[in-house]
């Protein structure tokens, strides 16, 4: 039972994150030399989110597989952790 209340809190908490990076993306009032770039980091984290937190929302849910939902959901925040470090390192 624990683990479907943290795959649930953890997935609530992975859409918030996702509405807000990708609708911070999309709505941000960049240079139309980056807005491309804007575009697809919300693309990344759409398909990132569709994945891993919409699947692991749904999972933990319908009370399925609640282990595999608390690992979906954690996917999410990491993806995003390694993708911002990512981008820290390649940057000059």
């Known amino acids: 039972m624990r683990a479907r209340w943290a795959a649930l809190v953890l997935a609530l908490l992975d859409t918030a994150a996702w509405l ?7 709505l941000s009032a960049s240079e139309p030399a980056t807005r491309a770039l804007d575009r697809f980091a919300a693309l990344v984290v759409s398909v ?40 820290v390192v390649m940057l000059p």
């Open 20 to 26: 807000l990076i990708a609708g911070t993306m999309l």
């Open 48 to 87: 990132l989110y569709f994945v891993s937190g919409a699947p692991a929302l749904l999972l933990a849910w319908k009370s399925r597989a609640p282990r595999v939902a608390l690992a979906l959901a954690l996917v999410f925040p990491a993806a995003i952790a390694a993708l911002l470090i990512a981008t």
